[in-house]
């Protein structure tokens, strides 16, 4: 199998299509290592306000991406619902 340069990032190749059968439409599966300390951190937090560590994650991606200028995530999944139709 040939290496991949440290360099190269991997390009977009347009939007990503939900297996068919599988999953919920419009929803993209990802997953993400965490020092077990966050993770801690963000179960206790989760368990105090009753929500869910995924809400949390939202949460910081919401303020995340709003800081480098894209919309609400709420906007960007209609924006994407109205392209697709």
């Not at 990802?30 to 801690?40: D, F």
């Not at 206790?44 to 306000?49: N, S, Y």
Request: no cysteine; proline share 8%; hydrophobic share 30%.
């Amino acid at each position: 199998m040939a290496k991949r340069s440290r360099t190269s990032r991997p390009t977009p190749t347009g939007p990503v299509k939900p297996r068919s059968g599988r999953g919920r439409p419009g929803i993209v599966h990802t997953s993400l290592y965490l020092p077990e300390a966050v993770h801690e951190a963000l179960r206790v937090t989760a368990f105090e306000e009753r929500s869910k560590i995924h809400d949390i994650i939202l949460e910081g991606l919401e303020l995340a991406l709003r800081k480098r200028g894209y919309p609400s995530i709420s906007d960007l999944k209609a924006k994407h619902e109205r392209k697709g139709r």
